[in-house]
């Protein structure tokens, strides 16, 4: 919800990903592999990567192969406890169209309180308005409490309706500056997970759900070769 259009930078990394019931975010880590939350792809049939042709005509291919991580549940994420809300999928092909892997970090971290983070995803950018979605739009968080091992969440700085809404789970959460302010090299922490209303209710625009991979990297590199790819770093 809110934010503006995504810059090419970071719109190289994502895809989004369509099921018959639903879309979310997803990103290139490798040529033929796709990093995502569980909680999008867990249950659903018939996931497909959407691109775009040379005339531009959309184009639906399917994920051939998916991995969820085996201490992530749904009961646990629908009850918002701790669970690792990360998944992996392969592509019979390597993504064309100019798509560029996004490094993993060569460590993970928690979330920093006060930090900045650059967030994107193809989510709806009005809550409610299912043709909102499908553009690929991002904003600029600030990094809050409580922390858990498994989740940051975030809000915006200037207190506008800003923040993560359906569609946009599986979206990149780059750290970009120190709580102090000063600017870091982009550091991926987590993927967009969850969102909330202003209120703390259900809706969108108030505090946004970070997955943070952190617990999940030693398993993403591990399945990765599973699948036949080496990750960087």
């Known amino acids: 919800t809110g934010g503006s259009p995504a810059e090419p930078d970071i719109a190289r990394h994502l895809v ?21 939350v569980a909680h999008c792809v867990d249950g659903a ?16 291919d399917l994920i051939e192969r998916l991995s969820i991580h085996p201490r992530y549940t749904a009961a646990a994420y629908r009850k918002r406890q701790f669970t690792i809300d990360v998944a992996l999928g392969s592509l019979p092909e390597p993504s ?19 930090a900045r983070y650059r967030i994107a995803g193809f989510g709806l950018a009005i809550e409610g308005d299912g043709r909102s979605g499908g553009v ?11 922390v858990s091992d498994v989740q940051l969440r975030l809000e915006s700085a200037a207190g506008a309706m800003v923040g993560a809404c359906q569609g946009d ?11 102090e302010g000063n600017r870091v090299p ?48």
Request: with cysteine; hydrophobic share 40%.
């Open 136 to 146: 690929l739009r991002e904003a600029l968080l600030r990094g809050i409490g409580p």
């Open 186 to 233: 982009p550091v991926l922490v987590g993927l967009l997970a969850s969102a909330k209303a202003a209120d703390g209710g259900r809706g969108c625009g108030g505090r946004t759900g970070t997955a943070l991979l952190k617990p999940a990297l030693e398993w993403i590199r591990a399945e990765a070769r599973r699948l036949g790819v080496t990750l960087s770093p």
């Open 96 to 114: 064309d169209g100019g798509f560029v892997p996004l490094p993993l970090p060569s460590e993970g971290e928690d979330g920093s309180l006060g």
């Open 169 to 179: 789970s599986g979206g990149p959460v780059l750290r970009v500056r120190a709580a």
């Open 16 to 36: 989004l990903l369509h099921s018959r019931k639903s879309f979310c975010t997803a990103i290139v880590s490798a040529p033929r592999l796709l990093l995502t």
């Open 45 to 60: 049939d018939e996931i497909r990567r959407l691109r775009f042709a040379e005339d531009g005509s959309a184009v639906l």
